[in-house]
């Protein structure tokens, strides 16, 4: 049996009910077997188009926010969300081979980067994320 609503269709499945041996009354057997059946909800074209299109706009970490003139000498924009700006981030100290060959969590700072990290020479990679955090202007 399917029962279809605007959005999502619902289909009711016994097929994997286990058979009940016979009984005195089928009545009997009605609740046991609706407490097997199993519903599967499927995706229709109207929800998955509105999902694809984007119309929310994005929020928290993925919105683009101002930055300062030291963050955008190594991101090179002046709006950007704190997850590109970690990505153009990590970017520049991949170009610049910048991690500490001994360790690879600990990153040897560039001018560029005291600028950003505080006027520290050597930052954990861990700590780069809570560094950042003052560059972005409200």
């Given at each position: 049996?399917?029962?279809?609503?605007?959005?999502?269709s619902?289909?009711?499945?016994a097929?994997?009910?286990?058979l009940?041996?016979?009984?005195?009354?089928?009545a009997?057997?009605?609740?046991?077997?609706?407490?097997?059946?199993?519903?599967?909800?499927t995706?229709?074209y109207?929800?998955?188009?509105?999902?694809?299109?984007?119309?929310?706009?994005?929020?928290?970490?993925?919105k683009?926010?101002?930055?300062s003139p030291e963050?955008?000498?190594v991101?090179?924009?002046?709006?950007?969300s704190r997850?590109?700006a970690?990505?153009?981030?990590?970017?520049?100290?991949?170009e610049?081979?910048?991690?500490?060959?001994?360790?690879?969590?600990?990153?040897?700072?560039?001018?560029?980067l005291?600028?950003?990290?505080?006027g520290?020479?050597?930052?954990g990679?861990?700590e780069?994320?809570?560094?950042?955090?003052?560059h972005?202007?409200?």
């Amino acid at each position: 049996m399917a029962l279809s609503s605007g959005i999502l269709s619902t289909f009711m499945s016994a097929e994997t009910a286990p058979l009940l041996k016979s009984s005195s009354s089928p009545a009997l057997c009605l609740p046991r077997l609706r407490s097997n059946l199993r519903m599967v909800r499927t995706l229709t074209y109207a929800t998955a188009s509105k999902m694809a299109t984007g119309e929310r706009q994005p929020r928290g970490i993925m919105k683009p926010r101002r930055v300062s003139p030291e963050m955008q000498a190594v991101v090179g924009a002046p709006e950007i969300s704190r997850t590109q700006a970690l990505k153009r981030i990590w970017a520049h100290i991949k170009e610049n081979n910048l991690q500490d060959p001994e360790n690879k969590k600990i990153i040897v700072c560039d001018e560029k980067l005291k600028k950003i990290f505080g006027g520290k020479d050597r930052v954990g990679f861990l700590e780069i994320a809570g560094l950042i955090s003052p560059h972005f202007l409200k």
